[in-house]
């Protein structure tokens, strides 16, 4: 037997997450570089001094946008493609990118925090925090679910939990606080936000 499917709803926000993202890539790259570390500060970077000394907390959300180079948005881009729209239609449009923005601004504060006393403080940018937010989210999602979710199980979210982290902790450059922030912020987040819809009659219609 096979149960009746039925068409999913399209994810807008995650799309226009995404044409956001690549927009001002190609912005930045027409008017400069994007691997340029001064050029991408002047733009809206994330750089600890500038936020708590200067007050510029608009880079907790302009840096979220901002990617050093083709490789990064691509690998990010093509993460969030493939997962976002899953979380997307599991909380909803509107909680959906309450989600998103919280995990990235949440992601870059605590990463900020753990920085404040470090002798060396580094240009940051990337929407990393906010997709590692998402995989946490689905990770929750999916395991409120009994481990399945729409074509996701929760043996693939904890092995993609694990892969990314190992991945992160293997490379260099990476802002893995950020990186485990809002991995944790998105468990959190998914958590409150999050309701398991109800089963109705005509979804347990099944054709033979």
Same mark, same amino acid.
């Given at each position: 037997?096979?149960?009746?499917?039925?068409?999913?709803?399209? *994810?807008?926000?995650?799309?226009?997450?995404? *044409?956001?993202?690549?927009?001002? !890539?190609?912005?930045?790259?027409?008017? =400069?570089?994007?691997?340029?570390?001064?050029?991408?500060?002047?733009?809206?970077?994330?750089?600890?001094?500038?936020?708590?000394?200067?007050?510029?907390?608009?880079?907790?959300?302009?840096?979220?946008?901002?990617?050093?180079?083709?490789? +990064?948005?691509?690998? /990010?881009?093509?993460?969030?493609?493939?997962?976002?729209?899953?979380?997307?239609?599991?909380?909803?449009?509107?909680?959906?990118?309450?989600?998103?923005?919280? #995990? =990235?601004?949440?992601? /870059?504060?605590?990463?900020?925090?753990?920085?404040?006393?470090?002798?060396?403080?580094?240009?940051?940018?990337?929407?990393?925090?906010?997709?590692?937010?998402?995989?946490? =989210?689905?990770?929750? #999602?999916?395991?409120? /679910? +009994? =481990?399945?979710?729409?074509?996701?199980?929760?043996?693939?979210?904890?092995?993609?939990?694990? !892969?990314?982290?190992?991945?992160?902790?293997?490379?260099?450059?990476?802002? /893995?606080?950020?990186?485990?922030?809002?991995?944790?912020?998105?468990?959190?987040?998914?958590?409150?936000?999050?309701?398991?819809?109800?089963?109705?009659?005509?979804?347990?219609?099944?054709?033979?």
């Amino acid at each position: 037997m096979e149960r009746y499917r039925y068409g999913r709803k399209r *994810a807008w926000i995650t799309g226009g997450l995404i *044409a956001l993202n690549v927009l001002y !890539f190609f912005y930045l790259e027409v008017v =400069g570089s994007s691997e340029d570390t001064l050029f991408m500060l002047k733009h809206g970077a994330m750089y600890t001094p500038t936020v708590l000394q200067n007050h510029e907390y608009y880079r907790l959300v302009t840096s979220i946008f901002m990617h050093f180079g083709i490789n +990064h948005i691509v690998n /990010n881009m093509m993460v969030l493609f493939v997962l976002g729209d899953n979380l997307e239609r599991a909380l909803g449009k509107v909680k959906y990118l309450i989600f998103y923005l919280l #995990c =990235g601004i949440g992601a /870059n504060i605590v990463s900020m925090i753990f920085e404040y006393n470090s002798p060396v403080q580094a240009v940051a940018a990337g929407a990393s925090g906010a997709i590692f937010g998402v995989i946490g =989210g689905l990770l929750y #999602c999916v395991l409120a /679910n +009994h =481990g399945r979710l729409e074509d996701l199980s929760g043996n693939q979210m904890i092995m993609l939990v694990v !892969f990314s982290l190992y991945f992160g902790f293997t490379s260099a450059g990476v802002d /893995n606080v950020a990186h485990v922030s809002g991995l944790l912020i998105g468990i959190v987040l998914a958590w409150i936000l999050y309701r398991k819809p109800k089963r109705t009659l005509l979804q347990e219609m099944w054709s033979v």
